[in-house]
């Protein structure tokens, strides 16, 4: 089946860092999504993006489609103690009620 | 609105026992999904909902069964609790499944299988 290749497992950065993470695939994708997860709660979505090629930014986060749409980018700008958790990426082929595919994630830990 | 609901939130169960996590939504969507969320493993689709009264398969669905009675309701059903079904388990739901419908994920169910 379809894969997402998220690493490494877990970064660490200090506290007013930027960081950068990516999500690979073998496979292409008509949709990408980046989830973040806190501890103890559900997947919330922080970026959607549709097109190849585009960029997207919500606040201190930016992400973008891979032109080739087997990838895709987030990056963090002046990490805050509560970016701490795990970030995962997904995509969606296409088709009729095509399902995404998660990566593993990646627990982000923020050094104050 | 309240979202997506799970209950209960943690539960400890006996290997053969039986068991349902429930899961609502009030936001009329038709689309509901559970996952499973093993450490270090992402989340896995176990079965899906298109809406009432149907229901099909995931990636994972073997030792579970699902039912979709109502819009609002995707209730997951395990037979026989074994220690492979422990896992943390998230019910989610979007109004479609394909194009820019966004998938809204309740807070989880902990589930200990000993």
């Known amino acids: 089946g379809q894969q997402l290749n998220q690493s490494p497992q877990s970064m660490f950065i200090q506290e007013g860092e930027d960081v950068s993470m990516n999500c690979t695939s073998s496979s292409i994708f008509n949709t990408w999504l980046w989830y973040k997860q806190d501890p103890g709660e559900g997947p919330v979505l922080l970026i959607a993006?549709?097109?190849?090629?585009e960029l997207t930014s919500n606040g201190r986060l930016t992400a973008q489609f891979g032109i080739t749409r087997k990838d895709s980018f987030l990056n963090i700008s002046a990490s805050i103690p509560s970016d701490v958790g795990i970030y995962f990426c997904?995509?969606?082929?296409?088709?009729?009620?095509?399902?995404?595919?998660f990566g593993k994630g990646i627990t982000l830990s923020v050094r104050p | 609105n309240a979202g997506v609901t799970q209950t209960p939130k943690f539960r400890i169960l006996k290997i053969g026992q039986s068991m349902t996590l429930q899961c609502a939504q009030d936001?009329?969507?038709?689309?509901m999904y559970w996952y499973r969320q093993d450490p270090g493993m992402g989340l896995k689709l176990i079965y899906y909902s298109v809406g009432a009264g149907i229901t099909d398969k995931g990636e994972v669905p073997n030792g579970y069964n699902v039912s979709r009675s109502t819009t609002e309701d995707f209730p997951l059903r395990l037979e026989l609790a074994a220690p492979s079904q422990t896992s943390v388990y998230f019910c989610?739901?979007?109004?479609?499944?394909?194009?820019?419908?966004?998938?809204?994920f309740g807070p989880g169910t902990r589930l200990l299988v000993l």
């Open positions: 936001m009329n969507h038709n689309y």
């Open positions: 993006l549709y097109k190849a090629g």
């Open positions: 989610a739901s979007s109004y479609g499944g394909t194009g820019r419908e966004t998938q809204y």
């Open positions: 997904a995509g969606r082929s296409s088709g009729a009620n095509s399902k995404l595919t």
